[in-house]
Structures are given as C-alpha cells and as structure tokens.
C-alpha cells in the first residue's frame, strides 16, 4: 500500500514538473503534441468524474486539481506560443484544431474562437464564481444548525457517538471543500483571462515575425499565424471549457445519492402530464402555422408516446411497491420475533404526550432538545461524571401535556404543562397575587399558578418568578438526574473515568487498579459520593485517597469517609458559604454513642440495627431541629462526628429527602458556623 501511494505521489510530482520545464525548455513539436492530447484526455476525465460522482466530497481535492491543470495548461501555452514564433509550427494538434475547427477560414475561426471565449467567461466562469461564492457562505452559515442537528441526534439516541464524529468531521469537510472552491474557481477565471492575453500576444507576434524574420507580407503573415494562433487557443481553452463546465457542475450539484444524469432525466421528463401539454403544443403548431408539418407533429407524437410510456412504467412501480410491501409485511409477521431488542433498557427517557411536541421539534422552534444537551453538560460540570443520552419519544398514551421521566425502564416521575402558558410561583414577597390556573411545580412540589402571555409582564412587576414551559421539564429532569445520577453510574463509567485518568497519572491508576481496588469497589465509593451530591470530578484527589486508605481496609464505606475528608474543601464550598455565619444543628453525644452501639459487623459491610421505637424518639427530635433550620430559611445540616456520619445519614435518608449529614473533618478551619439545636431523644 506504501509503495502505491509513493508511485502515485511521484506521478502528481512529475506533473508538476512537466509543466516547469515546458515555461524553460523549448520542446519538440511531437513531444508538445503528446502534452495537448494528454490535457485534452485529463479534462475529459474530469468532467465524467464530476457528473457521476454521489457527492461533492468525493471530489475533495477538487480546488487543487483545478490549480495543477491550470499551471499546466499556461505552461503548455507558454511552450506552443515559443515554437510558433520561432518555428512557425507549433506541430499537429494546434494546426488540425485551427484549420477544422475554422474550415481553413481564419475568419470563420476567429468568429468560433471569439464564441468559445465569451461563452466560458461570461457564461460559465461567471456562474461558476457566484455560486460557489453563495454556497461557501451558506455553508458555513449552516454549520452551527448542523452541529446543534447532529447534538440533538445523539442525545436522543437515534445516533451513536460514532457516527456523531463522522458527521461532525463530514461538516468541517464540507466547510473546506465549499470555501476552497470560492477561491479556487478565480484560478478558471483567470486561466481564460490568460487565454484571451497570450491569443493576442501570439497573434501579433506571429504577425511581426512572418514581416521581420521571414519576409512575409502581411497578409500571408495574418493568415498563416492566424490560424496557428486560433489552433493554440483553442487547444487550451477547449480544455479549460471542459474543466470550466466540471467545476459548475461540482457545485450546483444538488443530488448526493446518485448519479445526476438519471435524476435530471426523471425530474425534466419524469410527469406524464407534461409530456402530454408538450406533444399537444408541438403538433397544433405544426398544423396551424407554417411550421414544417412533419417535423412538428412527429416530435409531437414523440413526446405523447413517451408520456403513455412513463405513465404505465409509474403504474406498475407503484403495483410493484406495494406487492413488495405485503410481501415485506408477512414475511415479517412469518419471521420469528426477534426480542433481543426488546430486552433493550434504556438508563433515562422522557416521554411526553402529543400536545409536548412541538416543544421538541426543532422545525417548529423548540428547542428542548437543546436543552437537554445543556443538561449533560451542566451535570458533567456540576457532579464530574457523564449523564447516559437521554431518550425522548412522544407516546399517545398520555395525556396531551403529560411527560413522564423514566430510570432503566422505570417511571419515577411525571408532570403536566399547558401549552403557549408560563408557570408563575411565588416566592413570598409579592406585591399583589395575580389569578391563574392552580398547580404544582413538578420538581420541588412549590404551589404555582399557570398564566397567559399577557399576564407574564406584570408578573414578573410583581415579584413573580416566571419559566416556561422547556424550562420546566429542563428542571424537572436536571432535578430527577441528580437524585438517581449513583444508579447511573456504570462500571463502564468507571472503566472510562479510570481510562482518562491512567493517561495523566499512570502511576497511580497501576497501584490502585487492581492491586488493591477493583473497579466495581470504586464504583461504590464513586455512588456514595454522588448519592449525597458529592462531585467526583476532582478524581485525582479521590484515587490518591483510595490508594492511601485501601491497604488497610475494603469496605467500601469507610472508604468513602476517608474521601469525604479529603475533599472538605469542596464540601465546605458548596454547604458553607465563607462570608456568613452558617446555621447547623448538632447530634447529642450520647446518641452518637447509642447509634456507634447498633451497629453490626459483617462479612457483607456493617449495618444499623436500631429499636424502632428509639428510631421514632430520635427522628421525632430531628424533625423539630430541622423545622427551625427552615423557619429561618436555612438548609438543614446536621453536624456528627466522622464516625457517626454515615450510620446517622443511612438512618434518616427515608425520612428527610434533602437532609445534609457533614462530619467535623468535612468542615474548613475558617468555617464559622452556629448551632441553634441538638438532636436528643
């Protein structure tokens, strides 16, 4: 394979340097001849490639052939314009195109030559330069659509990750073909200016050397380098027609799945009813005016046959169809089940009724699937590990505005919107209460109130907190992923988490995994950590500890205090603000000592067991603490001892949802808190 590319890169480097030793080294007319018919060859295949090519990517280095074949088209004028007009014969392929083409005539040639010229740069250049200058500028216009296109495509799952990157890497090369091509169709441009120049250099050159050098009158001189002068030029700009022609038919190409030719012919004679109209027109004008009767009519006929003909060719298409979609259908329904498929769980779904739709369709202004993008992102930020794509799919079984939200195939949420309305909460200080539709907020269950677009306006004067309704389903989900974001957490997760890791810190990652930890036990510190709203994006830290603690136990718990303690920095930043006071309730000592004595070792990791009616005593007690936390708009924390902290959390978690349990370790030096309670029992 290395010895082929080597042979092709020096046949594109001899290519090259054909065309500079043609600007230096006069060359034999028969050796010039092999160049002109080798240009002519190279050009036709151009514009074949061109026509049958699927897609304008197949073509990529397009603007660069476009610059070789021009350089080597000047220099082949160069090097015929020097044996013109010191020879007077430039060989046999610029003396055959001038007397054929011009049938001898050097007026009837220069007339053609003259046609050709125009028809390249007026009509062919021309159009060539302005669409390419459009579509590059349309083309990088679009770019953020598309990416934000294929984002929503991943996130919804209808794509992977791979095929994410192949789009994305198929836009950035779309984006350097397009404005590649708004340059390079200059070099085409220019390249007729060039022909137009050195046509007339030739001219008059070949002109004062026939008078000067050989004699000549100046009749015999202008017929003479006349017609070598129209053969060359057209020679070279016949080619550079040809390649003009290619590079207008690269980008207005508008097909990318097939062939062109069969899709202009489908689309320019594909309806039978306008190839009717088409053969009645031409047979009246045949018959009523003077037009040649025979002519018109049987081109008439033509076109009305060929009418009858696609008609029964779409008839049968269309029978031919839906046979193969009967015969699809009940070879499918013959075929055994395939339910591998249906045993297909997916980590997170939102499914939403058919009034919710539009807010996730894109063609009609939502943008709900953007926002579930900024939700990936936010928990990647805010927790330090990547969410699972997120499903969407309608689902008739609902209510129109209903959504649900699901966990591994499981509901654990739902909520209901109305559609064109804003949701309105209170946040206790309004000025005057405003009349709406009663609700709920569905994340935080917060009494609410639907209002009109009308009403937001003044709302909002009043104090209201106004969203809607993308951002309440935005909210609800961010909320709902936070809560079961541990269960999320995958060993593959952790795999890849370990992956990005060993690539920085390959000396750690060798010591802890899996010498001393497995993955699935780092998984179950990793989950603690988020189960109580702990980031793990400072992995570093986290790895560092468990390398340092993992020697002397395993359990997966005490583990996760060790880390706790080591990321109290980031602990103390997201529970204590460091320019106030924070308000804290305590846990009575001899509770600490009651819990410490419940709790029970085993083979499997410890356990509390508790007498219920000391588990009532004790949450009964906490209740009226945490109330007062809340009466003073604080969030409830409690403060224990490390030891204490994790039998403590497991004790209230079904109790108190929100419930912060810190130890001491966990607290900053310069943390300054006040504690206005203790749990007692």
Not at 428 to 434: A, F, H, K, L, S
């Amino acid at each position: 394979m290395n010895a082929r590319m080597a042979k092709t890169d020096t046949i594109v480097a001899i290519y090259i340097l054909v065309a500079f030793i043609m600007l230096i080294v006069p060359l034999p007319a028969a050796l010039l001849d092999v160049f002109m018919a080798f240009n002519i060859a190279v050009s036709f295949t151009i514009l074949f490639t061109c026509m049958f090519s699927k897609e304008v990517l197949d073509l990529s280095y397009f603007p660069t052939i476009l610059l070789f074949t021009t350089i080597f088209r000047i220099a082949m004028n160069v090097s015929s314009t020097r044996l013109i007009l010191s020879t007077g014969d430039s060989g046999n392929v610029v003396k055959t195109f001038g007397e054929f083409v011009g049938g001898g005539d050097l007026i009837i040639g220069a007339i053609v030559f003259i046609i050709l010229i125009m028809i390249q740069f007026l009509v062919i250049n021309k159009g060539s330069e302005r669409v390419a200058e459009v579509t590059a500028r349309f083309t990088l216009d679009a770019m953020p659509g598309k990416q934000m296109a294929i984002d929503a495509d991943l996130n919804t799952g209808a794509i992977d990750d791979k095929e994410a990157k192949a789009r994305r890497d198929k836009i950035q090369q779309e984006s350097s073909f397009f404005g590649s091509m708004d340059g390079a169709v200059k070099y085409v441009k220019g390249d007729a200016v060039a022909g137009l120049l050195l046509t007339v250099i030739n001219l008059v050159g070949g002109v004062a050397m026939g008078m000067l050098r050989r004699g000549t009158d100046i009749g015999r001189a202008l017929e003479d380098y006349g017609i070598l002068t129209i053969g060359d030029g057209l020679v070279s700009q016949i080619p550079s027609l040809l390649i003009s022609l290619s590079t207008g038919i690269l980008v207005t190409k508008g097909s990318k799945e097939a062939d062109f030719g069969p899709a202009i012919i489908r689309q320019l004679f594909g309806v039978p009813k306008v190839m009717y109209l088409v053969g009645a027109t031409l047979s009246f004008l045949g018959i009523v005016t003077e037009l040649n009767t025979i002519l018109f009519v049987g081109l008439g006929m033509l076109f009305v046959v060929g009418g009858r003909l696609i008609a029964g060719n779409l008839e049968t298409a269309g029978i031919e169809q839906e046979v193969d979609a009967e015969e699809a259908a009940a070879e499918e329904i013959r075929q055994p089940e395939n339910v591998n498929s249906l045993l297909q769980v997916d980590p997170i779904e939102l499914e939403f009724g058919y009034g919710i739709i539009p807010l996730a369709d894109v063609n009609q202004g939502g943008d709900l699937l953007d926002r579930v993008v900024m939700i990936r992102r936010q928990i990647a930020l805010e927790l330090g590990t990547v969410v699972p794509i997120i499903r969407l799919r309608d689902n008739i079984q609902l209510n129109p505005n209903q959504y649900i939200i699901k966990i591994k195939g499981i509901q654990v949420s739902e909520g209901e919107i109305l559609f064109d309305h804003y949701m309105a909460m209170n946040p206790g200080y309004v000025e005057e209460e405003i009349t709406g539709i009663p609700t709920f907020e569905p994340s935080f269950h917060l009494p609410a109130i639907w209002i009109t677009e009308s009403q937001r306006e003044r709302a909002e004067s009043l104090g209201y907190t106004v969203v809607d309704p993308p951002s309440i389903i935005a909210t609800h989900l961010t909320e709902i992923i936070r809560q079961y974001i541990s269960e999320l957490l995958t060993r593959q997760d952790v795999q890849n988490l370990v992956n990005n890791m060993k690539e920085t810190n390959p000396s750690l990652v060798e010591e802890l995994v899996p010498k001393l930890l497995g993955i699935g036990e780092i998984q179950k510190v990793l989950q603690n950590l988020l189960k109580e709203g702990i980031s793990i994006r400072d992995l570093l830290t986290i790895m560092e500890t468990l390398a340092d603690y993992a020697p002397t136990t395993r359990d997966a718990d005490i583990l996760t205090e060790y880390v706790r303690q080591s990321l109290k920095r980031a602990i103390s930043t997201k529970f204590f603000p460091s320019h106030e006071t924070t308000s804290v309730v305590t846990l009575d000592p001899k509770i600490e000592q009651e819990i410490m004595g419940s709790v029970k070792q085993t083979e499997n990791g410890a356990f509390l067991n508790m007498d219920p009616a000391r588990t009532r005593a004790i949450m009964d007690s906490l209740t009226k603490e945490v109330q007062k936390l809340e009466n003073l708009g604080k969030m409830p924390i409690i403060i224990t001892s490390p030891i204490v902290r994790v039998y403590f959390k497991r004790l209230t978690e079904d109790y108190f949802k929100d419930l912060v349990v810190v130890s001491y370790n966990e607290v900053e030096n310069n943390v300054e808190l006040q504690s206005v309670g203790m749990v007692t029992a």
